[in-house]
């Protein structure tokens, strides 16, 4: 069926590709626009509109120490600083997801997000005393599925910051207290400083001690089958 008028018609079609891919690695493309002349109403046909970015699966929260927002303080974790560790205790099941929320950064210039790699390790250890033997290490690169990211919508000094989701394949054995370290390394050196929460024992540790902070991060527990 032609249109009414009998004539045809030129519409600018704007696509977005993958919107809720947390890795690409070249958004700058993410939009084509292309101008189509459209004869019949039947040549327009819609496919594949996506809706809401798919929610990462994760188990129950088991722990959260929330971001500080006023009084903020950001420590760099990047591999000429080291390691930033803190600690979890009120477990009651396998940890299956991480999320942690900080800063990318060359200090203090923002870098890509997406570039980033973590080791992450978590260590038996009471809450409150110092990190012990390690029990499972997880080196997530840049790219891999198990490590999404999305933008918090808030910058300090200039910066956004940003939460990252870690998925732990295979989970982390049951501990109902201990310690986890994360640090970041990524070629360009863009380093991840970990923000500050004021939720839990102050006792956050960096190489050579406790440092008075605590990490914000949360735990949850194993969704795998």
């Known amino acids: 069926m032609p249109w009414p008028d009998c004539e045809s018609k030129k519409y600018a079609i704007c696509l977005s590709v993958n919107p809720c891919d947390p890795i ?3 958004p700058a493309n993410n939009e ?9 109403y ?3 046909l819609v496919q594949g509109l996506s809706g ?4 990462v699966s994760k188990g129950d929260l088991m722990w959260e120490m929330t971001p500080e927002e006023t009084s903020w303080s950001f420590g760099n974790c990047g591999p000429v600083y080291g390691p930033c560790w803190d ?10 997801t991480m999320e942690f929320t900080g800063l990318t ?9 997406a570039g980033m790699t973590f080791e992450i390790i ?18 997530l690169v840049a790219g891999d599925p198990n490590l999404a990211y999305e933008a918090t919508g808030l910058s300090y000094s200039g910066i956004p910051s940003y939460k990252y989701t870690a998925t732990l394949s295979p989970c982390v ?4 207290e201990g310690w986890v370290s994360l640090v970041s390394d990524d070629a360009g050196g863009c380093i991840f400083a970990w923000q500050n929460s004021l939720d839990g024992n102050l006792n956050a540790y960096r190489p050579g001690g406790p440092n008075g902070h605590d990490v914000a991060f949360a735990l949850y527990s194993c969704d795998e089958e």
């Open 52 to 55: 809401p970015c798919p929610a």
């Open 122 to 139: 978590f260590y038996e250890g009471a809450y409150g005393g110092a990190p012990g033997d390690a029990v499972a290490t997880y080196t």
């Open 32 to 40: 084509v626009c292309e101008v189509l002349e459209v004869e019949f």
């Open 105 to 113: 950064a060359v200090p203090w210039t923002p870098c890509d997000p």
């Open 42 to 44: 039947r040549d327009i």
């Open 87 to 96: 600690d979890f205790e009120g477990l009651t099941a396998q940890i299956g």
């Open 24 to 26: 690409d690695q070249n």
């Open 173 to 176: 054995p049951s501990l109902s």
